[in-house]
């Protein structure tokens, strides 16, 4: 099963969170990923910290929390 959200604005790019669940389960288990990619923009700026945190919606609470540069 896959997933992919529409569009969204971080600071001056236009990226795309992309999940695919490996075993069609609805969790987050293993072998499932989530990819973030840049749409429109130039690309991450690798002098820049940013923090990707998955959020289930119906709750608010926090799945997983991880610090990437670019």
């Known amino acids: 099963m896959q997933w992919s959200s529409d569009e969204m604005t971080l600071g001056d790019?236009?990226?795309?969170c992309a999940v695919q669940d490996l075993q069609g389960n609805g969790l987050a288990n293993t072998g499932d990923c989530v990819e973030l990619s840049v749409t429109?923009?130039?690309v991450f700026?690798?002098?820049t910290e940013y923090t990707f945190t998955?959020?289930?919606v119906p709750t608010?609470?926090?799945i997983f929390?991880?610090?990437f540069t670019g």
């Open 54 to 56: 998955l959020v289930h």
């Open 13 to 16: 790019l236009s990226v795309v």
């Open 65 to 67: 929390s991880a610090a």
């Open 45 to 47: 700026d690798p002098g």
């Open 40 to 42: 429109a923009g130039d």
């Open 60 to 62: 608010g609470a926090e």
